[in-house]
């Protein structure tokens, strides 16, 4: 297996892992995300912890994906290479804000336990201001943002040839529409969590799937590999 090869299957592997870990986290997060029932009820502490645990590993992926295939799309364009490198390094940041926003609601929860007399509407109140942040993230980080480097992606991805057009395609369509439906979701159209949410978010999720399916059986087309596009 030749070293671009070895990149594909790499590339691949990150993208499957950020699905993985994405859907993993929220579902585990699924208690902190109730400020109020979180900071004054038992908690769900470990369930928290390995919610974050998967978001860490989301991240770490994230990063992987752009870092990977930055040798392969700089020689495509390296400015717009370079621009999804950078657009992965914030989704991730933006990623990492929601994470400590949760597990500080956590630490809320046990000083609300070990503290007799504590003041439980201030508590309530940062828990409540807490998981807003996270919320926010997560319409920022794993919508807005992927949505424009899903675009960036995908262009490169259709202008090169390195991938079949179809997956391209998905790719413009996926990212369009997750920062189309990130944009309904800011003005109060439906709630991120719905079934709405769920539908618009279908083609960004098919989309980074089959790539990855694609990476790993087949990799890249060899034919834009040997050549150099102007940028």
């Known amino acids: 297996m030749d070293s671009t090869r070895k990149t594909a299957v790499v590339a691949g592997v990150f993208f499957l892992l950020t699905e993985v870990s994405a859907i ?4 585990l997060y699924g208690p902190a995300l109730d400020g109020v029932e979180h900071v004054v009820g038992s908690g769900a502490d470990t369930r928290v912890f390995l919610g974050a645990l998967f978001e860490i590993v989301l991240v770490t992926a994230i990063i992987g994906t752009g870092v990977t295939l930055f040798p392969i799309l700089k020689r495509q364009n390296e400015g717009a290479a370079l621009g999804y490198v950078c657009a992965r390094l914030l989704e991730a940041a933006v990623i990492v804000v929601g994470i400590i926003s949760v597990l500080s609601v956590v630490t809320l929860s046990r000083d609300f336990a070990q503290t007799p007399g504590a003041d439980t509407g201030s508590l309530v109140t940062a828990g409540e201001t807490l998981v807003a942040i996270h919320d926010w993230t ?3 980080g794993p919508n807005f943002i992927l949505g424009a480097n899903s675009l960036v992606l995908a262009w490169l991805m259709y202008r ?9 395609v998905l790719g413009l369509v996926g990212g ?6 990130a944009t309904a979701v800011m003005f109060g159209l439906y709630e991120q969590v719905s079934l709405v949410g769920s539908v ?3 083609p960004v999720f098919a989309w ?3 790539l990855a399916v694609r990476l790993i059986t087949k990799g890249f087309n060899p034919a834009p590999l040997t050549q150099v596009t102007s940028n």
């Open 176 to 181: 369009s529409l997750i920062c189309a439906s």
């Open 160 to 168: 090169s040839g390195l991938v079949p057009r179809f997956i391209a």
């Open 138 to 140: 997560f319409l920022f």
């Open 208 to 210: 980074e799937v089959t």
């Open 24 to 27: 993993g986290g929220l579902a």
């Open 200 to 202: 618009m978010a279908i």
